[in-house]
């Protein structure tokens, strides 16, 4: 029986910046003597939430996970995915967190599934996932919760959460990981987190450890993979992706890498992460993401089984990028998408 098998991955690599700034609010329900008041204050200023229509800001309210979503996707600057596939049946292209939904699902923060609960509250422990997640955290505090032992199932992202900084628990040493995230305290992780992200940094160009040949040529079965991936997007009204060569070239050699080495995987032994081996072989961008296969025996065969898989359809419809990468060696097929 022949094997197939495909995983998609995608970065949003682009610094966060703000446009403009929304007066202070004055919240009539949120006193200067409560613990989120600053918060509260100083994330409406920025325009990062708002109140309701009554004027109050309701403190003291529970987070949902559509809310929580919306939150961080403002906190992070991220303008969502709008024109792709959900297979969640609870949320709709309406709904305001779906773009926001939409970008967290395929970049591997929420799982993929038939339900995505939007109204369900979320709880401290579920933020913390979410954040690290989202922000690709790791470490771990000096001293930890003594409510979060090592067994607890989302212990290494609430170590992680606090190791950063973005949070110092509920006091006496303790996280309250089942506590539910209120509207209160979500203003003053999303300001800990806005301070974290801070000011983008100079963009500096990456040292070069690989060598592109300049005499690269694209192959056949890679040039008719890239003219199916433009058919597909021309069907949802999207232009066509340009088919880099120096791009191309990367691809290839992340192809024969894992044929060589015997491995399936975006994490390469020898070059680390899809985005790694890009800016090591001198490449530029702002956003970026791999579809790798494996096991197909032509350009159309590979090409359903990307469009016919949620992550890897998205790749190739997400409006954002400009160019693509294509190499085959073998049996292994691999994407890079790019905008420079």
Known sequence: MRKHFAIATALLLSASLWSGSAEAAAFPDVHPNEKAYDAVEEMAARGLISGFPDGTFRQNEPVTRAQNTIFLGRVQGVSGYEKVELPYSDVAPSQAAFP???????????????????????????????????LYLNGTPETGFSDVPASHPDAVYINALAANGLTSGVGNGKYDPNGIVTRGQMAIFMLNIDEFIGEPEPVEEPEQLYDIDPTFEPSAIEREIWTIVNEERAKEGLAPLKLAKDLSYVARVKSQDMKDLNYFDHQSPTYGSPFSMMSDFGLTFSLAGENIAGGYTDAED???GWMNSPGHRTNILT???????IGVYGRYYTQMFITR
């Open 100 to 134: 926001y939904i939409a970008f967290y699902a395929y970049n591997n923060v929420y799982e993929l599934g038939s339900r995505f609960y939007p109204d369900t509250v979320v709880t401290r422990a579920e933020m913390a996932r979410t954040v690290v997640k989202a």
């Open 302 to 304: 590979v090409m359903n």
């Open 319 to 325: 409006p954002e990028y400009e160019e693509i990468g």
